[in-house]
């Protein structure tokens, strides 16, 4: 049960198959007595009392009109009982006070918990302990303090609930009214401390409760009822009752039905999650209110229609694996990229006949095989089943299991930890890395002293120890012994139980919300003491659901589910510690996601680019981000995968170990955030050939058109390459000219020889791919000098003939002795005082396109095409240097001793 502060809010969450409701309470009454006691009849017209008959009795004794503890430890809440009758409406419990030595507490509960004081929803405890001069009776409400009188022996105490309120009567007179609403039924709880403690001539009266005894004749009505939470496969149903009522659902693919939810306790405010529905069905419903006197109200038959189911993808396994072989076991590993179920099938054969499930959706999968052959080889298969149905299969896989032989080695204990501390209890838990019986040693010294012991083998343990005293060092270790034998002890561990007397509630920290999606998210917060966690949330700041964990911890996660998507959702925190103080959160919010995207992306784009012999990159876009996937093969059926599971909208995936020279079959999937696959067409793209590492052969090799000053070398390759020589007058050459166009038939011509001279010479061709070939050396002599002239071709050598015809200006003619083509530039019109600047200054005119002339005292300047042997655009030079100017022609100024008078303008 849940401790009620005052003023807060508690919401209990009650879970049974399908379907859950909610308990509203709340606490806002005084905590002193009141001024004055009234002296009052007792409750309602009840008048037919009955002995309360005990059941579930613990270290305690039936007597006749006497329940007593008889057996346990004195002082401490470990025995007690419950009766059997109830109260399903107003009625009343009432009992003597025999003694004032002994310690106990007797009272009402909705859910009766065992021997805990503190579960009782309205309690008396009888001290025996003085408050003044008086021993004092307190009223507790699930632990907490509310009141307190004297009492003495023979006092005979009432809890009456009386037009659904709880009021407490000492001797007939009221000294306590209740604000906490009761929830029906009610049971009679007592939990008994001192040995030989007593509660005497207990009765209750039941007679203003249930069917037939009320005049209440009037069903209750059946109002707001709504769907929501509507999925493929579910739905929630909410609906109110004017009056509190028990009530259920039927539901069908018709109106005969055939499946039904109850619930078993009484409510307003009522709800029923139907799950497991066809998805795109029509679901025919209706409801049932029955109240506390038997009236039953039945709905007229309603109809929804469940969403059509989206997700059709199986899971895609990957990542998969098997560690930790032995003689009859190992471990089965793989990740799925979407949380779904896990399933490997295994045996001898690929007929497997063995199965290991776990049925929670998660996406790293983990299984455990045991009892396997030694030395054999198994096989097995990996299943995995997302929340839609859709179902993955692996292809086979195997494994070899160790050859038997002796287990000497011990388990290995990790985690050794106590967990869900209380003040008369806790739970420790470890781990063995293999599977092992579980063994707790504790007490308040390292002798120990207490031992509980497990014979069931297993690899993650846990024992519950009890009956500790509170506040109170506990030591404790633990032991697990193996299949073969061998016995590990952990080191020695110490905890220490809560106090009595704690009273400050947990201090809550970190409150956040993760993982949030369109129907869930989880909730997270942290306690500096071990504490229990509950979320209350809903889409408004009334909250109206609540969902949670009895366990100790300090660090808290709920997870929330069924949540509407896109809504603001409205949450807070509950922790109690063992001492039942409880802490409440503000208020906070966090907004769901909204409705899964169901579009695929769409592809475009796609292409095959870096071809090599060996491999090739696929690229690709898509309109919204999604991971990468391409098939491949060397035929359409593919066969070859390869992916990158990072969202983006620019794909790119390099293929390897391709065959060369060889059509490669492929296409590509991208698969979106919410899971929607789009997958392109078939494509296809060649490899490369194997790169060529064959240099050309060199065959023919030979000078021809020999001269004095040159020859031209001949040669022939078997594939196209490029034409190098080189040359020199002795074998270590020293001469290069080369032709950088490739080409099977080589020449390559040489000039500025020396006459009458020994050449060496060899070829060298180097193809498309880099490859070259050298060959050896081979020698040609040049010419003799012509008319036995050594080769000097200055002015006056040579007989002066008569002067050719000259063109005009800008003409050209051959020279008669040494047969080349000149160019005439200046004709008989000109000055004999003519000079060409280009003689004397080459370093203006690198690249020959650039002519000076000077003509008396005026120069000028010519285009000049070297190639085509031609002037053109003939401007004037200035005679002087114009202010401001420094004329340049490539780059050097044209400014010299002899020439101050003529500039580029």
Do not use: C
């Not at 008959?53 to 008889?70: I, M, S, Y």
């Not at 709880?166 to 009610?186: C, D, E």
């Not at 995995?384 to 086979?396: E, L, P």
């Amino acid at each position: 049960m849940s401790k009620i502060v005052p003023g807060l809010l508690i919401i209990m969450l009650f879970i049974t198959s399908g379907f859950y409701w909610t308990r509203h309470a709340t606490a806002t009454e005084s905590s002193t007595p009141t001024s004055s006691l009234t002296r009052q009849a007792p409750v309602g017209q009840a008048s037919s009392p009955e002995k309360v008959t005990w059941a579930d009795l613990v270290n305690a004794q039936d007597r006749g009109n006497l329940l007593e503890k008889v057996s346990g430890a004195d002082n401490w809440t470990d025995a007690g009982a419950r009766s059997v009758q109830q109260l399903t409406a107003d009625g009343y419990i009432e009992f003597t006070a025999l003694e004032i030595d002994k310690e106990r507490y007797f009272g009402l509960t909705n859910d009766y918990a065992g021997t805990e004081w503190n579960t009782i929803d309205y309690a008396i405890h009888l001290t025996s302990f003085q408050n003044g001069d008086t021993i004092a009776a307190i009223v507790l409400e699930n632990g907490l303090y509310k009141t307190e009188i004297g009492y003495t022996p023979g006092t005979v105490f009432r809890i009456s609930i009386e037009n659904g309120k709880a009021r407490y009567y000492a001797n007939g007179n009221l000294f306590f009214s209740s604000t906490i609403k009761p929830v029906f039924p009610l049971t009679a709880d007592v939990a008994l401390r001192s040995i030989n403690a007593t509660i005497g001539n207990a009765v209750i009266d039941t007679s203003m409760a249930g069917p037939g005894n009320s005049a209440d004749k009037k069903p209750p009505v059946i109002q707001g009822l709504t769907i929501s939470n509507l999925t493929s496969n579910g739905v929630t149903i909410r609906y109110n009752t004017d009056e509190q009522a028990v009530t259920s659902v039927e539901y069908g693919p018709t109106s005969s039905y055939g499946n039904v939810l109850s619930q078993k306790n009484y409510h307003r405010n009522h709800q029923f999650n139907l799950v497991g529905l066809t998805a795109a069905s029509t679901i025919h419903f209706r409801v049932h209110a029955t109240d506390a006197a038997g009236n039953t109200a039945v709905s007229q038959d309603q109809t929804l229609t469940t969403l059509a189911a989206s997700d059709t993808s199986p899971p895609i396994i990957f990542n998969s694996g098997v560690n930790n072989i032995t003689s009859s076991g190992t471990t089965i590993f793989w990740s799925t990229d979407e949380p779904a179920t896990s399933v490997i099938e295994y045996g001898q054969t690929s007929a497997y006949g063995s199965i290991v499930s776990l049925t929670s959706l998660q996406t790293t999968h983990t299984i455990l095989l045991s009892r396997l052959q030694a030395d054999s080889v198994i096989h097995f298969i990996i299943k995995s089943t997302d929340a839609a149905g859709n179902t993955a299969v692996s292809s086979d896989f195997t494994f070899v299991t160790l050859p038997d032989s002796p287990d000497t080695l011990p388990p290995i204990i990790s985690g050794v930890m106590a967990q869900n501390i209380s003040r008369t209890g806790a739970t420790i838990s470890w781990s063995t890395n293999e599977l092992a019986t579980s063994f707790v040693e504790y007490g308040t010294t390292t002798a120990y002293g207490s031992s509980i012991q497990l014979n069931t083998y297993r690899s993650r343990h846990g024992i519950s120890i009890s009956r500790l005293p509170s506040d109170t060092l506990i030591h404790f270790r633990v032991k697990s012994t193996d299949t073969g034998g061998n016995t590990e002890v952990s080191s020695d561990y110490v905890f220490k139980t809560l106090a009595e007397g704690d009273l400050t509630p947990p201090v809550l920290s970190a409150i956040s919300a993760t993982g949030i999606t369109s129907f869930g998210a989880t909730i997270t917060w942290s306690t500096d003491e071990l504490s229990t966690s509950v979320v209350e949330y809903g889409t408004t700041s009334a909250f109206g659901t609540i969902i949670s964990d009895s366990s100790f911890v300090t660090g808290h996660s709920l997870n929330l589910t069924g949540l509407p998507a896109d809504t603001i959702i409205f949450f807070r925190v509950k922790s109690t510690d063992g001492s039942g103080i409880t802490a409440t959160s503000a208020g906070s919010t966090f907004q769901t996601l909204p409705l899964p995207d169901s579009t695929p992306p769409v592809i475009t784009g796609i292409g095959a680019s870096g071809i090599t012999s060996y491999g090739a990159t696929i690229t690709w876009s898509t309109d919204e981000l999604s991971t990468s996937v391409v098939e491949y093969g060397t035929t359409s059926a593919f066969g070859t995968i390869i992916s990158d599971s990072s969202l983006v909208t620019g794909h790119s995936l390099n293929l390897t170990g391709l065959p060369a020279d060889t059509v490669i079959f492929f296409r590509v999937k991208s698969t979106d955030g919410s899971g929607n696959t789009a997958i392109s067409a078939g494509s296809t793209f060649q490899t490369l050939p194997l790169p060529d590492s064959t240099p050309p052969v060199i065959t023919g090799i030979g000078a021809s058109g020999i001269t004095s000053s040159g020859a031209t070398i001949t040669w022939s390759t078997d594939e196209p390459a490029n034409s190098i020589v080189e040359y020199g007058l002795d074998p270590s050459l020293g001469h290069i000219v080369s032709i950088n166009q490739l080409a099977t038939i080589h020449s390559v011509t040489l000039i500025g020889l020396a006459n009458n001279s020994l050449y060496y010479f060899r070829v060298n061709s180097v193809d498309a791919a880099g490859n070259m070939a050298i060959s050896g050396n081979s020698v040609f002599t040049t010419l003799p000098a012509e008319n036995g002239n050594p080769g000097i071709t200055d002015y006056g050598t040579y007989p002066v003939p008569p002067p050719p015809a000259l063109p005009p200006a800008g003409g050209t003619f051959v020279d008669p002795t040494f047969k080349t083509t000149l160019m005439r530039v200046t004709d008989d019109k000109d000055s004999s005082n003519n000079h060409n600047m280009y003689s004397y200054w080459p370093s203006f005119n690198k690249d020959s396109s650039y002519l000076w002339v000077g003509i008396a005292n005026t120069a000028y300047l010519y285009d000049f095409d070297p190639v085509g042997f031609s002037l053109s655009n003939k401007r004037l030079f200035f005679r002087n240097k114009p202010s401001g100017i420094s004329p340049f022609i490539e780059g050097h100024e044209l400014e010299q001793p002899e020439q101050q008078s003529h500039f580029l303008p």
